[in-house]
C-alpha cells in the first residue's frame, strides 16, 4: 500500500510561514494531481490545495493569495509553501496523489498557529 510521506510542520507564530512537503517514495511513475487537504478538531476535512502533473493549481478561498503549492516531478514531491498564517490555519495537513485512478495519502502532519 503506497503511502505518502508529510515533513515540515510544526508551530508557527500568526503572521509566521511553514513549508510542507510530500514525497511518493519510491521509484513510482505515473502520480498525476497531488494535493494538500486539512483537517481541525471536530471538523471535516477540507481541501486547501491541489495540482495538476503539468502545475495547473486551485486553492480553497481561505487560503488563496497566502499559500502556494508546487510540485518537482523529477524527485515526484509536491510542497505546500504558507504565509501570512492564522490561527485557523491550525490542522492536521494530509497530502495525497493520484495514481492510476487511486488516491493515496500520508498520515498527516500537525501545523499548529499560535502566540
Known amino acids: 500500500q503506497l503511502q505518502l510521506e508529510e515533513s515540515g510542520g510544526g508551530l508557527a507564530q500568526p503572521g509566521g510561514s511553514l513549508r510542507l512537503s510530500c514525497l511518493v517514495p519510491?521509484?513510482?511513475?505515473?502520480?498525476?494531481?497531488m494535493g494538500w487537504y486539512r483537517q481541525a478538531p471536530g471538523q471535516p476535512r477540507e481541501l486547501v490545495a491541489r495540482?495538476?502533473?503539468?502545475?495547473?493549481?486551485n486553492y480553497a478561498d481561505s487560503v488563496k493569495g497566502r499559500f502556494t503549492i508546487s510540485r518537482d516531478n523529477a524527485k515526484n514531491t509536491a510542497y505546500l509553501q504558507m504565509n501570512s498564517l492564522k490561527p485557523e490555519d491550525t490542522a492536521v495537513y494530509y497530502c495525497?496523489?493520484?495514481?492510476?485512478?487511486?488516491?493515496?495519502w500520508g498520515q498527516g502532519i500537525q501545523v499548529t498557529v499560535s502566540s
Open positions: 495525497t496523489g493520484r495514481l492510476l485512478g487511486h488516491e493515496y
Open positions: 519510491g521509484t513510482i511513475f505515473g502520480i498525476t494531481g
Open positions: 495540482i495538476t502533473v503539468d502545475s495547473n493549481t
